[in-house]
C-alpha cells in the first residue's frame, strides 16, 4: 500500500547518499529555531533588565488571526495588471516586496501569472516568509495535483498523452508507482555517478580552458548544459549520447521542449507585445516540437531497457515509463543542473579569493591524490556548506504551489490567516529561505553558515527540494526524488573544480533561467 511505503524501505541510494543527517538532533518544531535565534538577539536585554532569565524555555505564541489582506482585481484586468506588475513594471522581487509593504503582511492575496487565456483562475494567497511558507509541504492539507507549474497545467501533448509524475498528488495510485520508479532510475547505477561526473566535468573544464585560451573568455551555460547532459545519460543508463543519433543536440532539443512548456512564466527579453501578448497569454501548440521529441523519446527508449523492465515490475507500461524517465531526467534533472550550477558558481565567484583558497586546501587535503569518494566529502565541511548556501540563498525553482484540500490555519510571523478549502496556495521560495527572522545576515552568501552542529540544525529551512533538507523523499511526499542526488552532483562540482583550479573568475548577466556566466580566468592548481 501507498501509505506505508517509504524511500528508506525502497531504495538503498539514500542510505549511499546521505549520510549528513543521522547524527543532527533536530527540535521538534520550526517555531523554537525562530525563538533560539531571535533569543540569541534578546541576550543584550537580559543582561540589562532586572528581570532573571527565564529557565523554561519560552511555547511559540499563535498569532491573532487576522483576514487574508489583498484582493484580486476586476475579472480579467486584475490579473493583466498584476502581470504587468510581476514581469515589467516593478519585477517579481519588487512586486512582492510592495505588496508585503502596502499590506504590512507576508501573507496576502494576489494573481500570478499567467492568467488568462493560459489559466482562468489566477488568484493565490502569496505565503513569503519561512514559518507559513512549510504548509505547502502538508500533503494532508494540501493537493498537488496538475500544478507543478502553477495555475495552469502544459498540455499533455508534450509527455506523450501522460500526466507526468511532477503533477501527480500522493493520493493517485500512479504518485507511489512513478516515484518508486525514480527511486530505482536513481540507485541501480549509483555506483557509476562519481566516475561518470569526473569524466563529464573533466570534459567540460577542457573546453573552457582551451575556449579561455582562444578567445579570452568561455561561456559556461552552453558547456555546463552538454556536460549536465552527458553525465546523466552516462550515469543513469550508461549510455553516451554522442554515439547516438542524438549526437550534441541533446540540450538543445530538451531546451525546446522545455520552453513549450515554461513560456507563460518566462521574461525571454522578446518585445513586449510577442512576449506578454503572445507567450504569456496562448499556449505554444504541442505539434511544433514534436519531431524533437521524438528524438529524445527514442534515444531514452534505446537507453533505459533495465529501468523499463523494472517499470513492468511496478505496473507501468514501459511507453509511460519512458516518457516519465525522459521528463525526470530532462525537465527535473538537466533543468535543474542548467540553472543550478551557474547560479552557484556565481555566488562562490563573488564571494572572492579567500574562499577559492579555504575551499581548495579543504577538498585536496580530503581527497588527497585518489580518486574522491563519498567518505573523504564528508571531511568537507565548508565545501558541503556552500553548497547548501547557494540552495538557499537563490532556490532554483523558486515558485510552489498547492491547493487546500480543507479549511485550516496558517501562522506567519504576525499573523495566523484562516485558508478555505479550494483556496490555492503559493510560496515564493527566495523569500522564506532568505527570511531574517530565521536566519542571521539572511541576504548575505555566508559560506560557512551551515557548518558545525549550530550550523546543521539549521538544515532543516533549507527547502529547495521542496521539503525541509532535513527530511527525505518518499511516496507520500512531493519531495524531490533527487534531492540526494542534486547535493552529490553540487558537491561533485565544486570537487572538481577546486581540486583543477585555486581560483576562478567570471562575468554575470541575467537570462531567462539563472545566471548566464561568462568565465574569464582559471588559475591552475598551485599546491
Ligand atoms: C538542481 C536540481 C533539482 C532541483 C532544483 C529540483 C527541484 C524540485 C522541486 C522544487 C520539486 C517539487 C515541485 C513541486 O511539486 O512543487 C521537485 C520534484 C521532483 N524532482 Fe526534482 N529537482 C532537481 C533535480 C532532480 C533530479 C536529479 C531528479 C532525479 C530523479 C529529480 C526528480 C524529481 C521528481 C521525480 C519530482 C516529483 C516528486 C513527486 O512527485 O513526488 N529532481 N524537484
Redesign the pocket.
Known amino acids: 500500500m501507498a501509505a506505508a511505503y517509504s524511500l528508506s524501505s525502497l531504495s538503498t541510494f539514500n542510505l549511499q547518499f546521505s549520510s549528513q543527517f543521522s547524527l543532527i538532533k533536530l527540535p521538534a518544531t520550526p517555531s523554537k529555531l525562530i525563538l533560539q535565534s531571535r533569543r540569541r538577539s534578546h541576550v543584550i536585554s537580559a543582561v540589562v533588565s532586572e528581570t532573571p532569565p527565564s529557565t523554561s524555555p519560552a511555547k511559540p505564541t499563535t498569532p491573532p488571526i487576522r483576514k487574508i489582506p489583498g484582493d484580486y482585481g476586476l475579472p480579467l484586468i486584475g490579473a493583466w495588471r498584476d502581470r504587468q506588475d510581476y514581469f515589467y513594471n516593478q519585477g517579481r522581487d519588487e512586486f512582492f516586496r510592495s505588496r508585503i509593504q502596502k499590506y504590512s503582511s507576508t501573507v496576502f492575496r494576489t494573481n500570478m501569472p499567467p492568467g488568462p487565456f493560459i489559466s482562468f483562475n489566477p488568484n493565490v494567497v502569496a505565503l513569503l516568509d519561512g514559518r507559513s511558507f512549510p504548509a505547502?509541504f502538508d500533503t494532508d492539507k494540501v493537493e498537488?495535483k496538475d500544478?507543478?507549474t502553477g495555475t495552469y497545467m502544459p498540455s499533455v501533448d508534450l509527455t506523450g498523452g501522460y500526466r507526468m509524475?511532477?503533477?501527480?498528488d500522493?493520493s493517485e495510485p500512479n504518485?507511489a508507482k512513478?516515484?518508486k520508479l525514480?527511486?530505482f532510475?536513481?540507485s541501480h547505477r549509483r555506483q557509476h555517478v562519481i566516475p561518470e561526473f569526473h569524466v563529464s566535468y573533466s570534459e567540460l573544464f577542457e573546453n573552457l580552458e582551451s575556449e579561455l585560451a582562444t578567445k579570452g573568455s568561455a561561456a559556461l551555460n552552453a558547456a555546463n548544459e552538454q556536460a549536465a547532459f552527458n553525465f546523466?545519460a552516462r550515469s543513469f543508463f550508461g549510455a553516451s549520447p554522442n554515439d547516438s543519433g542524438l549526437g550534441s543536440d541533446g540540450p538543445k532539443l530538451i531546451n525546446k521542449w522545455v520552453l513549450f512548456q515554461l513560456h507563460p512564466l518566462l521574461k525571454l527579453g522578446l518585445p513586449r507585445p510577442v512576449e506578454d501578448g503572445i507567450l504569456h497569454t496562448f499556449s505554444l501548440p504541442a505539434f511544433l516540437v514534436k519531431k524533437d521529441y521524438r528524438r529524445l523519446y527514442d534515444f531514452f527508449y534505446q537507453s533505459s531497457s533495465p529501468i523499463l523492465d523494472h517499470a513492468e515490475t511496478l505496473g507501468i507500461s514501459r511507453d509511460e515509463a519512458c516518457h516519465?524517465i525522459l521528463?525526470?531526467?530532462c525537465f527535473?534533472?538537466f533543468?535543474?543542473?542548467k540553472?543550478?550550477?551557474p547560479n552557484m558558481l556565481k555566488w562562490v565567484a563573488r564571494a572572492g579569493a579567500k574562499l577559492h583558497h579555504d575551499l581548495a586546501r579543504e577538498i585536496r587535503s580530503a581527497a588527497g591524490g585518489a580518486a574522491v569518494t563519498m567518505a573523504a566529502m564528508e571531511k568537507m565541511p565548508l565545501m558541503k556548506s556552500v553548497v547548501y548556501e547557494s540552495?538557499r540563498i537563490e532556490?532554483?525553482?523558486s515558485?510552489?504551489?498547492?491547493k487546500a484540500k480543507r479549511d485550516f490555519v496558517i501562522e506567519s510571523h504576525d499573523g495566523a490567516f484562516q485558508i478555505k478549502e479550494g483556496d490555492m496556495l503559493y510560496g515564493y521560495?527566495p523569500f522564506a529561505t532568505k527570511d531574517s527572522r530565521i536566519f542571521d545576515r539572511a541576504d548575505e552568501f555566508v559560506p560557512d553558515r551551515f557548518v558545525g552542529e549550530e550550523g546543521e540544525e539549521m538544515l532543516k529551512h533549507v527547502l529547495?527540494?521542496?521539503?525541509p533538507e532535513s527530511g527525505a523523499?518518499s511516496?507520500n511526499?512531493?519531495?524531490?526524488?533527487?534531492?540526494d542526488?542534486?547535493v552529490l552532483?553540487?558537491r561533485l562540482l565544486l570537487v572538481e573544480l577546486f581540486r583543477r583550479y585555486d581560483s576562478f573568475d567570471i562575468e554575470v548577466a541575467a537570462s531567462p533561467l539563472g545566471a548566464a556566466v561568462t568565465v574569464t580566468s582559471l588559475k591552475r592548481a598551485s599546491f
Open positions: 505547502l498537488k500544478l507543478f509524475l511532477s503533477y501527480l500522493p504518485h512513478l516515484k525514480m527511486f532510475l536513481l546523466l516519465n521528463f525526470t531526467t527535473n534533472s533543468g535543474g543542473m540553472i543550478f550550477f540552495l532556490p532554483p525553482v515558485s510552489q504551489y498547492g521560495q529547495w527540494s521542496n521539503g523523499p511516496v511526499n512531493k519531495q524531490c526524488a533527487g534531492k542526488f542534486v552532483a553540487s
